[in-house]
């Protein structure tokens, strides 16, 4: 962690009614703003404005809960007091259970390269498996493969990001920690090509609830299945949603992020999904 801070060492641009400070930061860490005393004495606040430039894989916020993000954030501030920028690292953390998991992460990796991803349980894991509705992996039944304990030669899966739901066979209990880049919007196209079926993640910080998450963002009335996968729910583990059946047979209700989810689609559709 790095920490870029300045004490007032840069000159303030006089307004009629207030002083101007301006910091631009560019590492992560923290960097903190002190102001001086007014620069003239008929101001009796002034304003720091911070322009923030995170590393890949940080956000930036202020001390006062405004501002997240890059960009400029103006904060009012009295004579000898100071503001601090504070810059944090990007990460959703997953529990994971010995057994077969199924789950997706919600940031875009800075490396999607498999291991890089799974970093954080090197040596928990034996098994990936991604399902690929295109059909371009039909000769292997149009899974996607990454086996920790052979040749590599023999692995179909090399990446990992957030639109995909995958399989994981833990050996041990172990926390994913995935680190990355909020994402904005993410569209994964639904495709019909292998029976309908795909395997998807959820890349948002917000729960929503069914039929919703899918009927009012790009897919409307075209998939008809839903499919989760609990594990550490050892009495009934597989969750539903059918959008054809009464209500109360649904136990699957909302979109969350964290877990990976089939869906059975009728038609091609661009589902959009907001962080």
Known sequence: ???????????????????????????????????????????????????AIPDAGWSFSVWSGACTGSGACSVTMDANKSVTAIFTQNVHSISLY???????????????????????????????????????????????KYDTTGPPYQNSLHNLDETMGFWIHMTAPATLNVYGNLPVTTNILLDDNAGGWNLVGYPSATNLSLPGALSDHGVGTAFSLIYAYHTNDTSDPWKLFDRSGPPYGNDLTQMAPGWGYWVKVSADNPWSIDY
Do not use: C
């Not at 010995?98 to 997706?104: A, D, E, K, R």
């Open 1 to 51: 962690t790095l920490t870029a801070t300045a004490t007032n060492t840069f000159s303030p641009t006089a307004t009629s009614t207030q002083d101007e400070y301006t910091l631009t930061i560019d590492k992560v860490g923290s960097g903190t703003v002190t102001k001086a005393p007014d620069q003239a004495t008929y101001h009796s606040r002034d304003v720091v404005i911070l322009t």
């Open 98 to 144: 010995p057994g077969w998991n199924l789950v997706s992460f919600n940031l875009h990796p800075l490396n999607t390269a498999i291991a890089n991803v799974l970093s954080s349980i090197t040596g928990s894991y034996d098994l990936v498996y991604v399902w690929d509705a295109t059909g371009a992996h039909s000769g292997s039944g149009n899974w996607m």
